[in-house]
């Protein structure tokens, strides 16, 4: 069975700061890796979708990486502002389900200005 | 383009009743999936539709069902509520495997139906 860990669960950092979150997961066998921003009451906005045989993705300040044989995913935000502050969940598809994804706890960004 | 629109945005129901939730896709997508959202669990995959087909399902339940129709429409419909049912339902909708766009696979999540269950 697939499990998705997100790390850290909650960071709070200053306003400007780059940073990078982590997720893993378990099963390698992965059709491709979402990243997920939630605010608080609302549904998720998709930010950056890596194929199963991409190693990474980018758009806007927004990095993603994947290194699948390792079972790792991290999203890198650059110059952080107040309105990152948020929810970021990533989420794998399984090879035979595109569609069917398992989500990692998300990590609870505050970036104070 | 209008976004995938969930209704109701709340409800409130009583233990043993069943209730059904509506969520209408963006325009030619034809996969539609639902999660369930709760503190404790996280997000959960209920169920996928594809061209009014059932093609994946969580573990969930029999309470837990689902439908779509030939417009792309879904409804789920949850019966003999529990306390736990309590939570925020997410519908998602994406193009569908039948493409062969390396996008097609990106959900737009709707803004989910918050059921409280009493």
Redesign the interface.
Known sequence: KQEVTQIPAALSVPEGENLVLNCSFTDSAI??L?W?RQDPG?????LL?I?SSQREQTSGRLNASLDKSSGRSTLYIAASQPGDSATY?C?V?PNN??????????TRLMVKP | KAGVTQTPRYLIKTRGQQVTLSCSPISGHRSVSWYQQTPGQGLQFLFEYFSETQRNKGNFPGRFSGRQFSNSRSEMNVSTLELGDSALYLCASSLGTSYSLANKNIQYFGAGTRLSVL
């Open positions: 059709y491709n979402q997920f609302k549904g998720l906005t998709s979708l194929q969940l989420a598809a389900a595109g569609n069917m994804l398992t989500f990692g706890g998300g």
